[in-house]
């Protein structure tokens, strides 16, 4: 094996930044074309930043604020978060849902019971503690690994349920168990609006990406990688296993904890422990599946996909169907249309919609020099 393709084995462009790897197999003359690719990437990151925070405020009404971007941007959280557990780190999991749980109830009862606490220390404590249960679930990683790893993150999701509606202190004694979110202010600025709630939830979400995207992208994020792609190979070259995991149990459940705490304050304004419960936790497992698995970009294409479609095909269905089947029958073809085209996505595109956007943008550079 020449050195070259030593360099190229097990090369993985989309695990290290703007498609660096395995750069040791090209010539000089290659290197500017690499860098016109990270270039072009920033850009396009920028514009997306630019579309996010200014041109959809102008356009987007309260409907589109409340009902469709805000848990958009919440579920894309949710599957970053759960994406790097199992995407990147290889440990299978069905628990985003608890530690989304974990993460609201333990917001709400910090800015509830710490007077003049600010709202986004608040947040991060929610995330926090969520990333402490999650280390202590994560601790059977160890031992377990597959469906049984993922039969103990179903225990973490029935038993965080369980312990929010057995003890009634976690509600503030409520007799419905239900929590009522704080009022959104941030340094003397009211977010209660539907705007406002979008700006806070966008805000929140965009640093947390970008703070996902650098970690993945650093000596850690290749421990994940490493740990996913093969275990024992990893302990051989020195990677401690345990500590890898819990990090990535950590990570996880931190950044699903803060998208918790959004989907209770910012989106749904007031939500029970059934508000997190297993069909949720799939939710987000459908997201990162669909999306891609190890695609930071692939966990907001599947909450678009996840969110967007079954609108899409509601207004579809109330145009060519209005008058000939009633509610009850339109919303169960409804429900069978969009689970088989998910099937149909899996079967024609098992990398997710992250693969097929690379396809569409390779597309595109090619197209202009073969018009």
């Not at 010539?27 to 514009?47: K, Y």
């Not at 710490?114 to 969520?130: D, N, R, S, T």
């Not at 976690?170 to 977010?191: E, M, Q, R």
């Not at 678009?304 to 919303?331: C, R, S, T, Y």
Request: hydrophobic share 55%; net charge positive.
């Amino acid at each position: 094996m020449t050195v070259e393709r030593a360099i190229v084995v097990g090369d993985k462009s989309n695990d290290l930044p703007g498609g660096w790897a395995g750069l040791g197999s090209k010539s000089t003359s290659d290197f500017p074309s690499a860098g016109a690719r990270v270039a072009r990437r920033a850009l396009g990151q920028w514009l997306l930043l630019l579309l996010a925070f200014v041109v959809v405020p102008r356009w987007a009404g309260d409907y589109w604020f409340s009902a469709i971007l805000i848990p958009f941007l919440v579920l894309s959280l949710a599957g970053v978060g759960l994406n790097i557990l199992t995407g990147y780190a290889g440990q299978l999991s069905v628990g985003a849902s608890a530690f989304m749980a974990v993460g609201a109830f333990a917001a709400y009862n910090a800015l509830l019971r710490i007077p003049g606490l600010p709202l986004l220390v608040g947040i991060a404590f929610g995330g926090l503690v969520a990333a402490a249960v999650g280390v202590l679930f994560g601790v059977p990683s160890l031992r377990i690994k597959g469906f049984y790893l993922l039969v103990s993150t179903l225990a973490a999701q029935f038993f965080v349920e369980w312990a929010f509606t057995k003890f009634s202190w976690f509600s503030n004694d409520n007799a419905s168990g239900v929590i009522t979110s704080p009022p959104l202010l941030v340094a003397g600025h009211d977010f209660n609006s539907p705007r406002g709630r979008y700006f806070l939830t966008l805000g929140v979400v965009a640093g947390l990406t970008w703070l996902a995207r650098r970690l993945l992208r650093s000596e850690t994020g290749r421990s994940f990688l490493a740990v996913r792609d093969m275990e024992t190979a990893a302990a051989v070259m020195g990677i401690p296993i345990l500590r890898t995991k819990l990090v990535a149990f950590a990570t996880s459940s931190f950044v699903c904890g803060v998208a918790g705490v959004l989907w209770a304050f910012t989106y749904l304004g007031t939500v029970e422990p059934h508000g997190f419960d297993l069909d949720r936790s799939f939710q987000v497992l459908i997201i990162v599946i669909i999306g891609g698995l190890g695609s930071v970009l692939g966990a907001f294409l599947g909450a678009a996909f996840i969110v967007l479609l079954p609108v899409a095909l509601d207004n579809l269905a109330a145009h060519l169907l209005a008058g000939v089947l009633d509610p009850g029958h339109m919303e169960n073809i409804e429900k069978m249309v969009f689970g088989g085209l998910i099937i149909i996505f899996l079967v024609k595109e098992p990398r997710g919609l992250a693969r097929l956007f690379e396809k569409l943008l390779a597309w595109l550079r090619r197209w202009p020099l073969t018009a």
